[in-house]
């Protein structure tokens, strides 16, 4: 089922988070057999910290079903195309991903379901609109962990939502409220993503707007309220625009008419049911066993179960 959320619900980012724990943990963590097991003990450890330091009440893993939508490539096709593995022309896209993380996920799916720790994706979307979604129906606060900045859009006092994001490894978190989001950007929440596609992002492979970087393009969205403030300016020819300006943005216009589609998360994915009560004790103790033996999980489990035994 899927339980109203009133309480503090806690979503992570969970592709972002592994990531940055298998790059923080030594691949001398193995399991006995020799297998590196570093990402899944960090994401484990991880967790840990998150559960005893904020408390939640409910929390949810958010999973890349799909990792790079056809939706989003037709509309903009240097969508994440440079993390495309090399594969034949008539298979699907793969995600280059190290050698050695790729055999840890299906691990950490096992683990986090045997826990009881709800794990959810949606059919041909990313981990951040399954986000963008589940924020959008809670009725609680609503803490986001990830080290994807494009989540920043989420942001909103006055629904408690606000994005904890590393700064180094996985020790330390900054928390982003509207406050600390426009001390950094100048912009609020809905505006992030606004300033996201004028200046673009290489890791996404979004292209921006040639010549508009960051700080040129946080001062418009500040004089004009949005990018749909900012094409009005243009087409009134509005003097507080330079002619520079004007060339690139208006040479940009096939661009921005399909970039806010790709670049803002959705809030309307259709989701499997699914309970996010954060679980006090293991929902299939067997299973987790046999993993915690397999793959040697040792303290990372037991610090994790601990936590939310508390």
């Known amino acids: 089922m899927i339980r109203g959320v009133t309480g503090r619900l806690m979503l992570l980012d969970t592709a972002s988070l592994y990531f940055r724990a298998y790059f923080g943990v030594p691949d001398s963590v193995r ?50 195309a440079h993390r495309v593995a090399v594969e034949a022309p008539e298979g699907p896209d793969t995600e280059t991903v190290p050698d050695t993380l790729s055999p840890q996920v299906p691990v950490i799916e096992d683990v986090l379901d045997a826990i009881g720790i709800a794990r959810l ?3 041909g979307f990313e981990a951040d609109d399954v986000i963008g979604t589940l924020s959008h129906r809670a009725r609680g606060p609503v803490d986001i962990v990830t080290g994807d900045r494009d989540l920043f859009q989420l942001i909103d006092d006055a629904r408690g939502v606000r994005v904890l994001y590393p700064v180094k490894g996985m020790g330390t978190l900054a928390s982003f409220d509207e406050a600390a989001l426009r001390e950094k950007y100048g912009v609020d929440g809905p505006g992030y ?36 403030g900012i094409l009005a300016a243009l087409d009134t020819q509005d003097r507080a625009l330079t002619p520079a300006q004007r060339r690139r943005l208006t040479e940009a216009k096939p661009y921005l008419a399909v970039a806010p589609r790709v670049v803002r998360v959705a809030d309307d994915v259709p989701l499997a049911d699914h309970d996010p009560a954060l679980p006090r004790a293991p929902r ?12 040697g999980l040792g303290g990372s489990l037991t610090r994790l179960l601990a936590a939310l035994d508390r």
Not at 46 to 53: E, M, Q
Request: include cysteine.
């Open 193 to 228: 993503a606004d300033l996201a596609l004028l200046r673009g992002d290489p890791s996404d492979g979004l292209p921006g707007v040639p010549g508009i970087g960051e700080k040129t393009a946080a001062r418009l969205l500040q004089r004009y309220g949005d990018l749909a």
């Open 284 to 295: 299939d103790p067997r299973a987790l066993d046999a993993l915690a033996t397999r793959w």
């Open 31 to 80: 399991a006995p057999d020799g297998t590196p097991v570093n990402a899944v003990r960090g994401l484990l450890d991880f967790i840990a910290r998150l559960v005893t330091d904020h408390r939640p009440d409910d929390l949810v893993a958010c999973m890349d079903a799909d990792w790079r939508p056809a939706w989003r490539v037709e509309l903009i096709p240097t969508y994440k």
């Open 121 to 123: 994706g949606a059919p």
